[in-house]
């Protein structure tokens, strides 16, 4: 799927093909019997999970462009760049999606802190908190997965399960 995406402008049809043609894979085996109940679940949360990961690699590439990098300032890592962990709950988590499960996740961060260009730009550059950095990250991962356009919905993202709930922040440090 990286490799289908790479030089692409628009990678909205590509996602969808990709996830049409391996769950139909997926599904012949089923509909055979070449595969059990459990593999045949675990293949559909991996064709989401290889999802997720394109389109969070593409937007975390566009908001560093926008935002910077978010860099841990203190602690054995500092100066290095954060971490985002998607953590699969629910029926994505246990590995037991069917044909049209939703995706449950949360967006948990390494750290707190805030964005820093690698390169040094024309313009100046605002800080961004981490925690604002991971927030739209997650926004943007939860638009592209859940957008209803003409190829329709590649998921259903919910993300009501976080640690604080519907009204809280939509990404969590782990100190947090």
Do not use: W
Request: glycine residues 10%; aromatic residues 6%.
């Amino acid at each position: 799927l990286g490799d289908l995406c790479r030089a692409a402008e628009d990678t909205e049809p590509i996602l969808h093909s990709f996830k049409n043609t391996q769950q139909l894979r997926v599904g012949v085996r089923d509909i055979l019997r070449k595969s059990d109940v459990q593999e045949t679940t675990g293949l559909l949360a991996d064709i989401a999970e290889t999802c997720l990961r394109q389109i969070t690699r593409q937007e975390y590439g566009k908001l560093v462009k926008r935002l910077g990098e978010p860099i841990i300032p203190e602690g054995p890592r500092a100066g290095h760049v954060a971490e985002l962990a998607i953590v699969a709950m629910g029926k994505f988590g246990g590995r037991e999606l069917n044909y049209h499960s939703d995706l449950d996740i949360i967006f948990l961060y390494e750290a707190d802190g805030g964005t820093q260009h690698r390169r040094r730009t024309h313009r100046s550059h605002e800080i961004t908190s981490n925690q604002h950095f991971f927030g739209e990250l997650g926004q943007r991962i939860i638009k592209v997965a859940s957008l209803l356009g003409p190829l329709g919905r590649l998921y259903e993202v919910d993300t009501r399960l976080r640690p604080t709930g519907r009204n809280g922040p939509l990404a969590t440090s782990l100190p947090e």
